[in-house]
């Protein structure tokens, strides 16, 4: 096999792979060639080759394809090795304590935010549906509004032009001009919320954490069942989580936050 075709190989292998993780439910052969314009026994050998090293993994009774527990393990190392999770996490924990309710930390990847960091709540009898390594669009979430909301307009832009916006929840703002006002918002107030935009049920407050030139590659956020996440408790929790996000840009070396 020419060099060539190999890297052609790798370069389908990728795309596969990256095909599986965004799917929910799994994928058959037919619909990866159909989607990938593969041939499906290139399909059928590619999928293989990462169900041995435990990449993919397929249902014996449905025939689907889904994203193995092997990219989860491979993850962690990643998040592990994330300096920025070090330096957060002493602050993280404090925020845990002070307000009690779920704690997170979530880091760019073009047009979303994906999850590095969690600290659960000690009160809360719903468990939070976010989990390190979960992946989600800027557009729709008050860490991703919050990271855009100290980035230029034209960069806030690209990502909206670059996402495919629908509506994840009947709250989801998918109006560019309403959009564009929940980043304004977001850049006079110094935090952004998620009012129930990606998780029906769950609210949440989330302020950036940015880097030396003020611009935010990360974000910090405080997320709760909506019925115990009023407005009031949005004020009461404003301090301590924009607090929390300037020890943190401190930390990395970035410049305070409001």
């Not at 060539?4 to 190989?9: A, D, E, G, I, K």
């Amino acid at each position: 096999m020419t060099e060539h075709s190999s890297v052609q190989s790798l370069d389908r292998a990728f795309d596969l792979l990256e095909i599986l993780c965004r799917s929910r439910g799994g994928m058959s052969i037919g619909a990866l060639s159909a989607e990938t314009g593969l041939h499906k026994s290139t399909v059928h050998r590619l999928l293989a080759s990462m169900c041995t090293r435990g990449y993919v993994q397929r249902d014996a009774e449905t025939s689907m394809y889904r994203a193995g527990m092997r990219l989860c393990e491979m993850s962690s190392y990643i998040v592990d090795n994330l300096d920025v999770v070090d330096r957060a996490r002493a602050v993280m924990e404090r925020l845990g304590r002070e307000t009690d309710e779920t704690v997170h930390l979530v880091m760019r990847d073009e047009n979303d935010v994906v999850y590095i960091h969690k600290i659960d709540s000690g009160n809360s009898a719903i468990r939070m549906f976010s989990r390190i390594g979960m992946r989600l669009p800027m557009y729709c979430t008050g860490v991703g509004k919050a990271i855009l909301s100290t980035w230029p307009l034209s960069e806030a832009r690209e990502v909206w032009e670059g996402s495919d916006v629908y509506s994840w929840t009947e709250n989801t703002v998918t109006d560019e001009e309403a959009f564009f006002r929940e980043i304004d918002k977001a850049r006079q107030l110094g935090y952004a919320l998620d009012n129930e935009e990606n998780e029906m049920g769950v609210r949440c407050i989330a302020a950036a954490i940015p880097d030396y030139r003020g611009h935010a590659f990360y974000a910090i956020s405080l997320s709760a069942p909506a019925t115990r996440m009023p407005d009031e408790r949005i004020i009461q929790l404003r301090g301590p989580l924009l607090c929390a996000s300037r020890d943190i840009a401190q930390a990395l070396g970035g410049v305070p936050g409001r």
